[in-house]
């Protein structure tokens, strides 16, 4: 009978977006992830590795961090990319949910869209926690944790010729990814008092662009990462603003791999989207080169 209350308890809390149980007492399954770095020799500085362990992650303290996978970016290229992703990712997402993982969908700029809607009210009541470091709008290069990018994105990154025109065209989050009840909606770090709340220490980001907000913002990986959180990235869903016509001068989704291998010396680990939901790891269909390997000459910085 108890455990059969506790079920429609939670379903209760599911159905209309919050939890009346604290996350530990609540029965929680399992993440087995694989996760990816890059580990540089003591014995040789400048010469990194790659290491994969295992870790086993409780669903109930993880989060999924959504990172502005907006309805319309300023250059086509960056928009056509993410509408691609996007049925992945709301796969990817959809099955994390079930799991018990809070989904925390962070589409910037778009909070008046979002205006008065569940998981909107859900991120706003969250109270406020005292970060370990304070958290800031966005969040530049540390230089003391890490070197220049290994891309140039001076001129924006569009990789479009002609370029597109900058601007702020996005109104909200690509409507391909569902925000389903229970979901939370922010830009800030309505997102870190969120996680407080709820017990989560583990983060899984996915999104764009890897150079720029999935790095910078106030709930994405430097920041997350300066509040002691297990951070890691989704490493086949995400993308990177890099124009192949300047530095290093490699295709688009070599420069991608650059900064993916970036993030995993300096800042956190990386996953596949295959762990959770099966079959292989997502591609681009303009990336028909085979799989990049570290240490190759034409894409190793």
């Not at 108890?2 to 209309?16: D, M, V």
């Not at 008092?193 to 899984?204: D, E, F, H, K, S």
């Amino acid at each position: 009978m108890l455990s059969t209350n506790l079920s429609l308890t939670l379903q209760f809390a599911a159905l209309f977006g919050f939890m009346c149980v604290h996350p530990t007492q609540t029965p929680a399954g399992t993440l087995s992830l694989r996760i990816r770095k890059l580990v540089e020799a003591q014995s040789d500085p400048g010469h990194w590795r790659q290491v994969t362990n295992t870790v086993s992650w409780e669903s109930a303290a993880t989060a999924v961090v959504i990172c502005d996978m907006w309805d319309k970016h300023w250059c086509k290229g960056a928009s056509d990319r993410v509408a691609e992703m996007a049925p992945r990712m709301n796969q990817v997402v959809s099955e994390l949910r079930k799991q018990g993982v809070l989904i925390i969908h962070c589409p910037s700029g778009t909070m008046k869209f979002y205006e008065g809607s569940p998981g909107r009210k859900l991120a706003q009541a969250a109270p406020l926690m005292a970060p370990k470091v304070p958290l800031q709008g966005w969040c530049q290069l540390d230089s003391s944790k890490e070197p220049a990018l290994p891309i140039d994105d001076s001129d924006g990154g569009c990789d479009d010729d002609p370029q597109c025109q900058q601007g702020s065209p996005w109104k909200r989050q690509i409507a391909a990814i569902e925000i389903a009840p229970g979901d939370a909606i922010t830009d800030s770090a309505e997102a870190y008092n969120l996680m407080r709340q709820r017990g989560v220490t583990n983060v899984v980001v996915m999104g764009v662009h890897q150079n720029m907000c999935v790095l910078g913002r106030p709930f994405s990986i430097r920041q997350m990462a300066y509040q002691g959180q297990n951070v890691v990235l989704m490493r086949d869903l995400t993308d990177s603003m890099y124009n192949s016509r300047r530095k290093p001068f490699v295709d688009h989704f070599a420069g991608n791999a650059l900064m993916t291998w970036h993030i995993e010396k300096y800042w956190c680990p990386t996953i596949t989207s295959d762990q959770v939901v099966g079959g292989q790891p997502f591609r681009f269909a303009q990336d028909t080169k085979p799989p990049r390997v570290f240490g190759d000459a034409t894409t190793s910085n």
